[in-house]
């Protein structure tokens, strides 16, 4: 059976709901990662990845600037980094290095991969657009790593105010 319901008591049903880290970099060269929920593939010939970045993220800036990214799969021990990430602006902090999680160089774009990941795809930006409030930016996939950790899991959003596990 089924009962009409506002927006926000029938989204609040989508969980659990995916999370990745969106990797840049900063000017001085400073780490930044944000957490992101709206995230999914648009196409795989050639590989792309669309995420919704509010505009307030320095992640939306440095995109912006660079044109490129690093999206990685977090694993299920990153929770509190991954909440870090996701509640913490990185306009005046090194998240990267606060994190104290490791980075290691890309191949293809001047943006860190994160060593522990469950995988990392290294994008070059494609176009942003904003059909409705939310920015969206789709990246081309150039580059994708996986750990070597088969066991190694994804973390998820399993609920309203981030239980992440
Ligand atoms: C689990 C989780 C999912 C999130 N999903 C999004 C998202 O899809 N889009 C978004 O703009 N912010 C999202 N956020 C919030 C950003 O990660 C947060 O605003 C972050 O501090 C931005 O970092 P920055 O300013 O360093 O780029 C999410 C946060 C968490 C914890």
Request: charged letters at 25%.
């Amino acid at each position: 059976m089924q009962k009409p319901a506002k927006i926000e008591e029938a989204w609040g049903r989508k969980y659990p709901e995916q999370v990745v880290l969106a990797v840049t970099k900063a000017p001085d060269g400073r780490i930044n990662a944000m957490a992101i929920g709206w995230v999914c593939i648009v196409s795989d010939d050639p590989p792309m990845f669309l995420l919704g970045i509010d505009d307030p993220a320095f992640t939306l800036e440095l995109i912006r600037n660079n044109k490129e990214f690093v999206i990685a799969y977090p694993s299920k021990d990153m929770a509190e980094e991954t909440l870090y990430f996701g509640t913490v602006h990185g306009h005046k902090e090194d998240k990267g290095a606060k994190s104290g999680l490791k980075f290691i160089p890309a191949e293809k774009v001047d943006v860190p991969l994160l060593a522990d990941a469950v995988a990392n795809f290294e994008c070059k930006l494609v176009t942003e657009y904003r059909p409705g409030n939310c920015p969206l930016v789709v990246g081309e996939v150039v580059a994708s790593h996986v750990n070597t950790d088969e066991s190694v899991s994804r973390l998820v959003n399993c609920g309203k105010g981030y239980q992440l596990k």
